[in-house]
């Protein structure tokens, strides 16, 4: 299996800038050299590496025997079409409370004189190819940090975006950017996509990030025929006072594989609120690392997740204080049945620079099937020695008591175990303080539960 084989192609594209064909060819040297994720390196251990190893054809615009570029659609783009089309499709994921910005296959479907992007008087979302080429972004955007897979991603470096919030700016309403890919191709395709965002200082905003498959276009069936794969990167950079909350929702479909990695970077006096919600068949794996590179910064990092049949929510996680006086609550919750797993790796370096620091970490299973399984190793590594750092982790099931509690006032049994099933899973979505937000959240936990669960 040669995944790279094909990048080379978006190089001899006419018109290519030079700057994305060295980005991409250093990767792919990186890639090379590299070795592929394996149960022998420790933060693949529990994983099912082996999902990977199909015959895996990424996505992208192929070149025509002229040389002319060709798009991977057969047709050009009708975007009034498209955008009713998949507003149709997504109907459950729009909520009129939120500006909804659809990506599909690399474009921002909302009209023709926005496909290249969206400016408004307090952000602006760009393609990476225009944020390069205006100097918004540098190389610091595109490395590979010694990983396989990131490697990967920029050996097709081609479809991004990077949003910027304004200095100061106060974003009433949330920002909510839906990925969709899809594929008409019976092989099986691997979609790749990387987003780049600058919180710029004083900025105040609230950003849902929501990936997805389809079949085709027209398809509102989720998952692809055969097998799929999305391997993507977010990076997130939060300057001085600035507040973000960043959701991350992910409903993953049996037979699809969710390799995506989030690097956040928080500078003096800012605040991150970071919310990822998983929902999965398949297989879901979220590299979360986040640094302190400023003090008095201030991150509640929640998590919650729910999975059925076999599939695998993976979670490996580091946060590194690298200056003082920095706060940090960490606490991941999964809701397991079935033949499901979870898998939690969190891990804590607090450098000798990091003195005041104040950290927690709890990793929560509730297991609802006796072939569910979790593995969880929390970590802490510790190098200043006027700090708070705690971390643990719990696996069991429904209480008993509680369920009696519930049955002796003459509710089900059936109606007990979803009721508290779904206050475990919700709770973590009440600490936000966005108004409208946690509703939006609740109710597609609440969908996704009465639809597989029930």
């Known amino acids: 299996m040669n995944l790279i084989k094909m990048s080379e192609q978006l190089n001899q594209r006419s018109g290519e800038p030079q700057t994305h064909a060295f980005i991409r060819k250093l990767a792919s040297k990186k890639f090379e050299e590299l070795n592929w994720p394996s149960k022998k390196m420790e933060l693949w251990r529990y994983s099912p590496t082996h999902k990977l190893q199909g015959d895996y054809l990424p996505q992208i615009n192929a070149i025509s025997e002229d040389k002319k570029d060709v798009t991977t659609n057969k047709n050009p783009l009708d975007f009034n079409a498209i955008q009713a089309t998949l507003r149709a499709s997504l ?27 969206l400016i408004s008087p307090h952000f602006q979302i760009i393609s990476l190819k225009k944020a390069l080429e205006q100097g918004l972004i540098d190389s610091s955007s595109f490395k590979t940090e010694e990983n396989k897979l990131e490697a990967l991603n920029l050996s097709y470096f081609e479809d991004g975006y990077f949003l910027k919030i304004n200095e100061q700016a106060k974003l009433k309403k949330p920002l909510h950017l839906i990925y969709l890919h899809s594929s008409d191709s019976s092989s099986n395709p691997l979609f790749q996509t990387r987003f780049v965002v600058s919180c710029a200082k004083g900025s105040e905003a609230t950003l849902i990030e929501t990936h997805m498959v389809t079949s085709s276009l027209e398809s509102n069936a989720h998952g692809v025929s055969g097998s799929s794969w999305n391997n993507s990167t977010s990076l997130i950079q939060i300057e001085d006072e600035a507040h973000l909350n960043f959701i991350q929702w992910s409903e993953t479909p049996a037979s699809h594989q969710d390799t995506h990695r989030t690097h956040i970077t928080l500078q003096n006096k800012s605040k991150l609120h970071y919310l990822q919600g998983i929902f999965c068949e398949g297989w879901k794996r979220n590299e979360l690392n986040i640094r302190t590179e400023g003090s008095d ?33 960490q606490i991941f919750k999964n809701l397991l049945t079935d033949q499901s797993r979870a898998i939690f790796n969190g891990f804590i370096k607090i450098h000798p620079a990091g003195q005041k620091t104040d ?30 750092a705690t971390h643990g982790a719990t696996v069991g099931s429904l209480n008993p008591d509680e369920l009696f509690y519930f049955q002796s006032r003459g509710i089900s049994e059936e109606k007990v175990r979803s009721m508290l099933c779904l206050g475990f899973l919700m709770e973590l979505c009440d600490e936000l303080t966005v108004k409208s937000v946690p509703n939006y959240l609740k109710s597609r936990i609440k969908e996704f539960w009465m639809k597989d669960f029930q």
Request: proline share 3%; net charge negative.
């Open 91 to 117: 109907k459950d994921f729009i909520d009129p409370r939120f500006e909804t910005i659809i990506i599909h296959q690399g474009q921002i479907i909302l009209s023709e004189d926005s496909k290249n992007g």
């Open 297 to 329: 910064a201030e991150m509640i990092i929640h998590s919650f997740g729910f999975s059925q049949k076999d599939g695998v929510i993976d979670q490996p996680s580091r946060i590194e204080f690298s200056n003082s006086a920095n706060q940090c609550q």
């Open 359 to 388: 950290c927690s970490q709890l990793h929560q299973s509730l297991l609802l099937s006796s072939t569910a399984e979790v593995d969880t190793k929390p970590e802490l590594e510790i190098y200043a020695d006027d700090v708070k």
